[in-house]
């Protein structure tokens, strides 16, 4: 593919996940290898001006080498330099030298940390330089008899080079007209030969990826990996006669500037869909009829391209359906559903009938709602109950790592469960006796509901049918009254109104985690038995369109992805 089919490909390179940064990264490669602008046979041989550089720089050097130490050291290095091999291939009329090559000094810093204060003149530390430029958030200072003994060596000037050598390594930046800096730790100071060099382009060569890349693996260093003062004096650079490295570096920052108009473009269109999903949520949250709620949620699906744009939004998504469904805003009350009172009477006669059982222990007494407790209305055949009224079984995992084996009993830990999925597949394995020991509380059975309460918690799902697992650390079990059905149980512990509690009692916590005393007191909206059983059709239809959304926006970013690497791929670089 040929360059003007790869500007026609632009956007697209643009559009895909991380594309802007990938285009960046690439705009740099091709400028390093000759293949941003055209070679002009009249700009000459770069190898001509790389030999004239070193003609007049050591005329330079010699002039004033006898009362300056720098410009002893800098010509006895390039005395003993040896010839540099270019890391790749590049036009014919270009030419490879070592940074110090380049140079008329290269200064390392003053290798400790100076005293600073809280104003003067800025230390320019490896933190402070990022992209190319400076930041200045989090900028040191120090006083004038500081910055003259820590620059000794060489004062910097406007226009010279700082690069980071560790912690990070590789970043620089050009000191700009009218900005006095002092050198802080880990950093270097180029002062290339102006009359050679583009400053600008060295810097542009000087922080291409590849360039970065092939630096990091002869970095030394056991904790922090760091580069010498002397791997970065013979850091090879391709150089271009002068007159196009100028053109080189125009043509950079036209391409960069384009870059972040992109990123600019994406930002305020991420702005504009994050406001529109949050309005589209307040509108589906606050429906007070039938008719508003079907508005609101047609309006979603019409409009999902401009929502939702990014697989993780569909989350959002997910938690305001569960919500709508605990707030009973997906389906109809009707008078033939009978009494929700029904329903917490036939729990507690079931709890009751347990409790005369051995070893099923002594029931308790629950304690008394509060108005205040009810985080939001519900219909009036509704009520609010407390998890515990309407589970028979409320089992905590033992506070012990299971003795794991090759094969056996699924044991589900808290990274096993998604919301309403056990990924049993997954699962680490128990032999028999330790599954025996697991479910000696409680052997889990078609319909109970594992709960994650520690680490990433939260988390509810029902177990499947024909499925012999059990608890691992951090997870809980409920089983729940007939009357009560275990998926809509599962999707309300799901929902915000269940995890929001629980953030609450987990707060402050040094390892957050659901306390099951708490857990068994948060309030829970409780509709009809029957109107349980439209909920969950009618959460299991809509979460079937956010599975189906994801795996299309999973798809559509996949073929960005290949299509970028694709045009990416075909250029010959």
Known sequence: MDLPTFWDNFEVIAEAPGGVQRLRELILDLAVRGKLVPQDPTEGQAQEQLANLRNERAEHLA?????????????????ALESSVPPFDIPSNWSIAHLIDLSLLVVDCHNKTAPTTFE?????????IRNRQFRFHGMKYVDQDTYEFWSRRCFPEPGDIIFTREAPMGEATIIPDGMKVCLGQRTMLIRVFEQFVDRNFVLLALTEPGLIKRLASNAVGMTVKH???KDVEQICLPLPPL????????????????CDR???SKCDRNTLRTKMRASANDALMNAETDESLNTAWEFVQEHWECLIQEPEEVETVRKVILQLGARGKLSKQTVTDGSVDKVIEQAQHEKNALSKKKPFPKLR???????????????????WVRVETICTHIVDCLHRTPKYQENGYPAIRTSDIQPGKILVDQARKVGIEEYQTQTQRLIPQEGDIFYSREGNFGIAAVVPPQCEICLSQRMMQFRVASNIDPYFFSWVMNAPVIFNQALNDAAGMTVPHVNIRSLKQFVFPLPPFAEQKRIVIKVDQLMTFCDNLEAHLHETQEKATALAAAVVGQLEV
């Open 120 to 128: 003067g003149i800025p230390l320019i530390r490896t933190t402070n």
């Open 262 to 264: 992109y990123e600019v």
């Open 243 to 258: 007159a196009e490295q100028k053109r080189i570096v125009a043509k950079v920052d036209e391409l960069m500037a384009m």
């Open 227 to 229: 580069l010498r003062v």
């Open 63 to 79: 002039k004033t080498a006898d009362s300056n130490t720098e410009y002893r050291r800098m010509l006895k290095k390039l005395s």
């Open 365 to 383: 007494k629950i304690k008394p709602l509060d108005e205040v407790e009810q985080p939001f209305q519900i219909p009036r055949s509704w009520t």
